[in-house]
């Protein structure tokens, strides 16, 4: 059918329109499917995303008709965008290409479902906009695993999140954690729950670890625009002068890198312990914990740069007692060194790239107070 071989050349010009070149959901390079009834270009991921409820066909794999054709030609990304994500609240979080599920679902849904941000409906939801929201989470137990339905606040008033016990919520709250250190990352691998939120905060001089879910995608995504959306007028009191530019990058942060690695003690002739590594980047802190979900850490490891005596490289450990694993990671600080092992070569890599990218980052004004804190 020559009009379907002309419709296919014509769409793959439109591919390269700017905004078209990326998809409109998620910014992977690239992308080879389209929705006609919405007119974006979207990856391979997104699309299955869209395929529920949106109409998808491949650009390059289906047959197009001339009519669909024409329909992406007066629309595409561009368009899509300026309608779509018209009124996307400076704090929204948008995904990419690497996030979970559970972020990617509901962007999509968010923008052209629910059609939060055209600034046409009663979207935005008070939720994140309000400043105040509540409701009920299921929280991990401190001491053991089970989940539990825990009521929490989320107030920008006083710049808290507060929690409560289900039976005493009388007694008042169990924590009332503030805003100021407050960080939230998804990680649904980790709490074994495609839900699962890390609710993070300083507690003296520990960091304290609550894992959360909600059963409902849109609320757990809601839960943690409200969060975003607090955070971000805490930093707007706390760094006045700030640009957008410089405090949205800061609401929230995804860990560098995690994971297993076994660790020996200060003389490196102690045996060899299993530990879950967290690489804070921004915070240049290494924590480690006994389990991967435990509440707080067993120790953390300030991370500075190799001009202040800070150092990270391959090693081979001269004493190995039991140690499982080979592939060592030796870390120097101005005062001592630490010798980790990892199980593969590949995790030996990926965590001398991590330690690499944080020890040749300029240390900020305020990484020198956080070092002071720690020795
Ligand atoms: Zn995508």
Not at 260 to 282: A, H, N
Request: aromatic residues 12%; glycine residues 6%.
């Amino acid at each position: 059918m020559a009009h379907h071989e002309r419709n296919k050349r014509q769409l793959l010009e439109l591919l390269k329109r700017p905004l078209n070149g990326r998809c409109a959901d998620c910014g992977a390079p690239d992308p080879h499917w389209a929705s006609y009834k919405l007119g974006v270009f979207v990856c391979l991921t997104c699309s299955g995303i869209h395929r529920s409820w949106s109409h998808v066909k491949s650009v390059t794999l289906d047959l197009w008709d001339d009519e669909l054709v024409e329909f992406m030609k007066s629309n595409g990304n561009d368009i899509a965008r300026a309608r779509f994500e018209k009124a996307v609240p400076a704090y929204y979080y948008r995904p990419q290409e690497h996030d979970c599920a559970v972020l990617r679902e509901q962007w999509i849904r968010a923008k052209y479902e629910r059609m939060e941000f055209t600034g046409e409906t009663k979207y935005p939801p008070i939720s994140y906009t309000t400043g105040f929201y509540e409701g009920e989470l299921w929280k991990k137990g401190k001491e053991n695993t089970q989940f539990l339905k825990r009521k929490f606040v989320l107030s920008e008033r006083d710049f808290t999140l507060t929690y409560y016990n289900k039976k005493d919520e009388s007694k008042g709250p169990k924590a009332i954690i503030s805003i100021r250190d407050l960080n939230a990352t998804f990680q649904p691998e980790k709490i074994g729950h495609p839900q699962g939120l890390q609710i993070s905060y300083q507690e003296g001089a520990h960091t304290r670890n609550l894992y959360v879910y909600h059963k409902s995608s849109e609320e757990i995504v809601t839960w943690f625009n409200a969060i975003r959306a607090a955070r971000y007028a805490y930093l707007k009191t706390a760094y006045p002068t700030g640009s957008d530019e410089e405090l949205i990058p800061k609401i929230t942060r995804n860990y560098l890198k995690e994971g297993y690695m076994e660790k020996t003690g200060p003389m490196q002739k102690e045996q060899f312990k299993k530990r879950w590594f967290v690489l804070d980047s921004q915070k240049r802190k290494l924590l480690y914990f006994k389990d991967q979900l435990d509440a707080e850490e067993l120790g953390v490891i300030f991370i500075g740069t190799e001009n202040n005596g800070y150092s990270a490289r391959e090693c081979v450990p001269q004493h190995s007692r039991g140690n499982k694993w080979r592939c060592g990671v030796a870390v120097t600080t101005p005062q001592r060194q630490f010798v980790f092992m990892c199980e593969q070569e590949m995790e030996q890599k990926e965590w001398m790239d991590a330690l690499r990218q944080v020890l040749s980052r300029p240390m900020a004004p305020q990484d020198y107070t956080t070092k002071v804190g720690k020795t």
